[in-house]
């Protein structure tokens, strides 16, 4: 069962993500008065914490370099409270998915993998995971489309909560995250340096400490351990998101699979 987590979470993610991707969202930020890009992006995915200092934004983000957090909080509360962030996250959603489902977006798929979705997101324990029990705080949108990305946006959390967890469990800080994930395929070193913040100078003293640990060669490509580390964390990652799928049984699960996939397919991502 531990796969179907990783396997649930390709298409919601695909649904959530388009929060990141997509200009309606970030037109929604400009217009409460947000500036840039990056401070959109940190206001909004915080914003169910209520103003908390950046401290606790950057504990909960985890990869993301301090001082990319700090150029966006705690300024962004001076010129729009987290409740008009959160309303502004919504509308820019909901006008991105009504462009991108089209004709999908009345159809019974989007109200059944919402209801399916909601029930298996909004009774999970939030212990342990802050940035989860921050967004399953907020009022559940009715409409269905909606509901599922909120639903998609819980799960997203929730695994990623987890996923925090496996990293400390494996003691791999948050710039050795990176490296490794770039070291065994993942996004390449030029895409994680760019989006999360980190000099050449931080990540090359990472990954030197990566090598003593025997988890890197000279080249910045993981060994067999290194490979063997990063799949314990992927493994208890999954294990950790099972929460969900648990609720729902393996029948609706699999289910949710079917009804997510074919949204990912009309979304095209």
């Known amino acids: 069962m531990p796969a179907i987590a990783r396997a649930l979470w390709e298409p919601l993610e695909a649904c959530h993500s388009l929060v990141y991707l997509e200009p309606e969202p970030r037109e929604e930020y400009k217009a409460i008065g947000l500036r840039?890009?990056?401070m959109g992006y940190v206001a909004s995915r915080s914003a169910?914490?209520?103003p908390v200092p950046p401290e606790?934004?950057?504990a909960s983000f985890y990869g993301f370099h301090r001082?990319?957090?700090r150029r966006a909080l705690p300024d962004a509360w001076t010129y729009a409270s987290p409740e008009d962030v959160l309303a502004a996250r919504l509308r820019g959603i909901d006008r991105t998915?009504?462009?991108r489902l089209g004709g999908l977006i009345a159809?019974?798929?989007i109200t059944q993998a919402a209801?399916?979705?909601r029930e298996a997101m909004s009774t999970c324990p939030p212990n342990g995971r802050l940035l989860f029990a921050g967004h399953v705080s907020q009022a559940w949108p009715e409409e269905p489309h909606l509901s599922l990305w909120h639903g998609a946006t819980?799960?997203?959390?929730?695994r990623g909560d987890g996923h925090v967890a496996a990293l400390l469990t494996a003691g791999v800080g948050p710039c050795e995250s990176l490296v490794l994930h770039a070291a065994t395929g993942g996004l390449p070193r030029e895409w994680l340096q760019a989006n999360r913040g980190w000099s050449d100078e931080e990540w090359d003293a990472t990954a030197e400490g990566l090598r003593s640990r025997g988890w890197i060669d000279i080249d910045g490509v993981a060994t067999q351990s290194g490979r063997a580390a990063r799949g314990e964390i992927e493994e208890l990652t999954d294990r950790l998101s099972m929460d969900p799928w648990r609720i729902l049984g393996e029948e609706r699960t699999a289910k949710l699979l079917d009804l997510a996939g074919r949204v990912r397919a009309e979304i095209g991502t």
Not at 154 to 158: K, M, Q, T, V
């Open 36 to 38: 840039g890009a990056w």
């Open 48 to 50: 169910a914490l209520g």
């Open 56 to 58: 606790v934004v950057i």
């Open 67 to 69: 001082d990319l957090v």
């Open 97 to 99: 998915l009504r462009r």
């Open 107 to 109: 159809s019974p798929a």
């Open 115 to 117: 209801t399916l979705t």
């Open 154 to 158: 819980l799960f997203r959390e929730f």
